[in-house]
DNA sequence: CTGGGGAGGGGGCCC
DNA sequence: GGGGCCCCCTCCCCA
């Protein structure tokens, strides 16, 4: 059974806004000053399905602009929260699906439609009914707002989406249907097919900058990369103590934090 | 017990 | 609308 449907995630209060973790994560916040960055290969892996180039790695050409580790405010769940930062003053990195190439949101402008669903003002109205569609496939809504929104079940699970294309989405998690011709094991998407190659062929096109390792997993080397931070990303609220992952975040709190605030 | 690597899944964004 | 890709997250296992 695929352990993502054991356990769902531990802390996702907060929509996960990739544009600005992506800053943070391979641009700014998690490398000390003494590292310089790590050169995440470019989307350059996509054929690994049908072939297995030598993939070379293009150092991104961002110049640091690190926001000071010390300075980070301590929080006890999950990711400090960077956000809060004056990079991202409030509102203006607009959790609009991460679009945050568009113009500032319209918080810094003046307001005149709020949304009925949160604390969110736009200067439009088009603005405003595209914000509220994003509060139509969360499962909280009010119960006059969601009863005309039609469901989409999954007959596998009980799972329920507002877009067709969701569940079919969904629904590969059910079916599978990319299979390894190596081992026979199955996955919802090709890219996880690709993913798995890996390990039968052994290619590990995701290289440590600043030790020897690599990876076949992206999300392994960023992981990785936290081992050469001296401040961790995964901060404990009540011994300041930071962590790699959050899955040792959790462990630590499992575990009974009994250090004193240092 | 802790830290880290390996493997994998889900949701979301972009083209 | 679908596919590709990304990020976040999790669990398992081992040193």
Redesign the pocket.
Known sequence: M???????????SKK?C??E??L???QTAFVPESFPRAALP??N??SALTCYPAVPFTPLPAPLSPIAPASLPPSPL??LDLSSSPFSSSGEEDED???S?DPPSPDALQAVYHCMYCAKSYTSLSALSHHQTSHL?VPSLPAEASASRPAFHCKHCP?EYT????L???IR?HT?PCVCTTCG?A??????L???I??HTGERPFACQHCT?A??????L???L??HSEVKKYQCGSCSRT??????L???NA?GCSSPTS
């Open positions: 695929p352990r993502s449907f054991l356990v769902k995630k531990y802390f996702s996960p990739y544009r973790s992506l943070l994560d391979s470019t989307q892996h996509s999950g990711p699906n991460g679009r190439s496939c799972k877009s067709l294309g969701a079919k989405m969904h998690s599978l094991k996955f919802s998407r090709p890219w996880l690709r993913g798995h890996r390990t390792r990876f076949a997993d992206r999300s392994n960023r992981a990785h936290q081992t962590f790699s992952r959050m899955s040792l959790h462990k630590h575990s």
